[in-house]
């Protein structure tokens, strides 16, 4: 069974600063991986996607994240923070069959200014 | 274009009760899903649907039934309300092909 696993729970940095949210997955193909950000009371919004080719995608809201295949990971980065960026973030492998999303469990960031 | 939408926004029941959530999309996508979100487990997959008049289980389905009658309506369904169902609801939906799912804003439930 696939799963993903978002190692920091919680994340505070400055505004201004390089952020890096961690995401390690377990899948038995190539995978679809997704960064959806959620702020409080708020829905899903897409960050980005890998879905093949490049290893570096970039998303919205200048973030950009890098798919290891050999670490089986899929962080997510961004050069410097706003205090905007304040939310939780979630990691998701996508399964070619159902077309179904498994989560991490989330990281929360939090923006100091 | 209203993308997917939710009905209710709120709603508190009490243990044994019943009630239907309802999740609408208008971009003519085949999949469907819901999913509840827990504290701390991020969310997970309770029933999906690939297609008209088709549902299936996800990992979490117990206590909860769907129903796809219509391409754009995906109905869950609470028979009998039981407090450990307290969370927040999204629907979600995709077209074929390797493309992200769309989320809708979210039902938050409580079971008293």
């Known amino acids: 069974a696939q799963s993903v696993t978002q190692p920091d729970i919680h994340i505070t940095v400055s505004e201004g600063a390089s952020l890096e949210l961690r995401c390690n997955y377990s899948y038995g193909a190539t995978p679809y991986l997704f960064w959806y950000v959620q702020s409080p009371g708020q829905g899903l919004q897409l960050l980005l996607k890998y879905f093949s080719g490049d290893t570096l995608v970039q998303g919205i809201k200048g973030f950009e994240a890098e798919f290891k295949r050999s670490q089986s990971s899929f962080n997510l980065r961004k050069p410097s923070v706003h205090w905007s960026d304040a939310a939780e973030y979630f990691c998701?492998?996508?399964?070619?069959?159902?077309?179904?999303?498994?989560f991490g469990s989330g990281t929360r960031l939090q923006v100091q200014p | 274009n209203a993308g997917v939408t939710q009905t209710p926004k709120f709603r508190v029941l009490k243990t044994g009760q019943s009630m239907t959530l309802l999740c609408a999309q208008d971009?003519?996508?085949?999949?469907m899903y819901w999913y509840r979100q827990d504290p701390g487990m991020g969310l997970r997959l309770i029933h999906y649907?690939?297609?008209?008049?088709?549902?299936a289980k996800g990992e979490v389905p117990d206590g909860y039934n769907v129903s796809r009658l219509k391409k754009q309506n995906f109905l869950l369904g609470l028979e009998s309300a039981a407090p450990s169902q307290t969370s927040v609801y999204f629907c979600?939906?995709?077209?074929?092909?390797?493309?992200?799912?769309?989320f809708g804003p979210g039902t938050r439930l409580t079971v008293t």
């Open positions: 998701a492998v996508g399964d070619t069959g159902r077309r179904a999303l498994t």
């Open positions: 971009m003519n996508h085949e999949y």
């Open positions: 979600a939906s995709r077209p074929q092909g390797p493309r992200e799912q769309y």
């Open positions: 649907s690939v297609g008209e008049g088709t549902t």
